[in-house]
């Protein structure tokens, strides 16, 4: 079974400062994606980057970018120029794409505030 | 835009109540799941469809069930409420096949039972 780590149950920088936040798992498998979802109070849950396992490349999206590290199963989300609207929650998932098991696994979050 | 519409944002129910959470979705789309989020514990599946009249357990589906007879409805059901089911609960849709494996989720219903 997979799991999902998520070490920072809370973060809070000032706005316009770049922040990353943290996620490993483990798996046995070789094939999966990993994804960041973020979730603003009281909205619903939005996908924010997606990384496929089989890429070398980081991927980017305009100010979110993630640092995957295969070999030591880490992938962090990195925010740059924070804005007042990046306050969420962020949740790291994980799934496998094996055929018939295409569940995700998510981590608990992190609760990050951005401070005007 | 996908729209995946939770037909109630707030429950209070009663212990031992049945209650109906209903999940709609205007994409098409094949798979179909609930989650349930709490505090400190992310989002745990519940349950999940491939299709209409298909299920199958996720990692905690005890004391719930599910419906899928259209399929753009998935509906979760606890047959008899308790307050440890006191939770958000998420629905999520998203095609068939791998894909990019994007999940589209409804807005949550936040479910109080006392």
């Known amino acids: 079974a997979q799991t999902v780590t998520q070490s920072q149950p809370e973060m809070s920088v000032q706005e316009a400062e770049t922040v990353t936040l943290s996620c490993t798992y483990d798996?046995?498998?070789?094939?999966?994606?990993l994804f960041w979802y973020k979730q603003p109070p009281s909205r619903q849950m939005i996908l924010v980057i997606r990384q496929e396992a089989y890429k070398q490349q980081n991927a980017t999206e305009n100010r979110f970018s993630v640092n995957f590290q295969k070999a030591a199963k880490s992938f962090s989300l990195k925010i740059s120029d924070s804005q007042l609207g990046d306050t969420a929650m962020y949740f790291c998932?994980?799934?496998?794409?094996?055929?018939?098991?295409?569940?995700?696994?998510f981590g608990t979050g992190t609760r990050l505030t951005i401070i005007p | 835009d996908v729209k995946v519409t939770q037909s109630s944002r707030y429950l209070v129910k009663r212990t031992g109540e049945k209650v109906f959470l209903e999940c709609v979705q205007d994409?098409?789309?094949?798979?179909m799941f609930w989650y349930r989020q709490d505090p400190g514990l992310g989002l745990r599946l519940i349950y999940f469809s491939y299709d209409v009249k298909m299920k199958e357990k996720g990692d905690i589906p005890e004391g719930y069930s599910v419906s899928r007879e259209k399929k753009e409805r998935f509906s979760l059901i606890l047959e008899s409420a308790s307050t440890n089911q006191t939770s958000m609960y998420l629905c999520?849709?998203?095609?068939?096949?791998?894909?990019?494996?994007?999940?589209?989720f409804g807005e949550g219903s936040r479910l109080t039972v006392l």
């Open positions: 998932a994980f799934m496998n794409l094996n055929f018939g098991n295409e569940k995700l696994t």
């Open positions: 994409m098409d789309h094949e798979n």
């Open positions: 798996t046995s498998e070789n094939n999966y994606y």
């Open positions: 999520a849709s998203r095609p068939a096949g791998l894909g990019t494996g994007e999940l589209f």
